[in-house]
């Protein structure tokens, strides 16, 4: 029974597209995609980034941070028509994001996504996207709101 249970939980697992690259912008770092059907994945990603606070109490520095968003591929039905060799998509997407700031501070908050993909007849993808985060800052003896907007990003993957 374990074994039974073991290879239907691989195969499922074998059988969803995923894909591994970078995302290059205002936020750098390493990006995990894993399809759910052909209308949902997980986006997963983790590197580094530019932030600010809207009450300006640290500016504009460096971060390292980690965003998990579930997105929505082709949410309305809506396509594109001009489709040669590979695929067009779009994805609008919600979840969450935190971090550190280089000046002793941490962040969590509210992740959204919104983006274009390209699929091609071969195993390379590419995307740009907009994640804007928005909510909490903690830093030396303070709290404040917290938000990135700065955050449009060009995504290279290898899909397997």
């Known amino acids: 029974m374990i074994a039974v249970v073991a290879l239907v939980c691989g195969t499922m697992a074998y059988a969803q597209p995923r894909a591994i690259g970078g995302r290059l912008g205002a936020f750098n770092g390493v990006s995990y995609e894993h399809g759910f059907g052909d ?21 504009y520095i460096g971060s390292i941070q980690a965003a998990v968003t579930y997105d929505w591929i082709d949410p309305f039905g809506a396509t594109f028509p001009w489709e ?9 997407g919600v979840g969450g994001a935190g971090g550190y700031v280089f000046n002793n501070a941490g962040f969590i908050g509210a992740a959204g996504r ?4 390209y699929d091609f007849w071969f195993p390379l993808q590419l995307s740009i996207d907009f994640r804007p985060v928005v ?26």
């Open 39 to 59: 209308s949902n994945m997980l986006e997963i990603e983790a590197g580094f980034g530019c932030v600010g606070g809207i009450d300006n109490a640290f500016g």
């Open 84 to 92: 040669h060799k590979g695929e067009w998509h779009w994805y609008l």
């Open 114 to 117: 919104a983006g274009v993909e």
């Open 135 to 160: 909510g909490a800052g903690l830093w030396n003896g303070g709290a404040g709101c917290y938000w990135e907007a700065t955050a449009l990003a060009l995504g290279v993957r290898y899909k397997f």
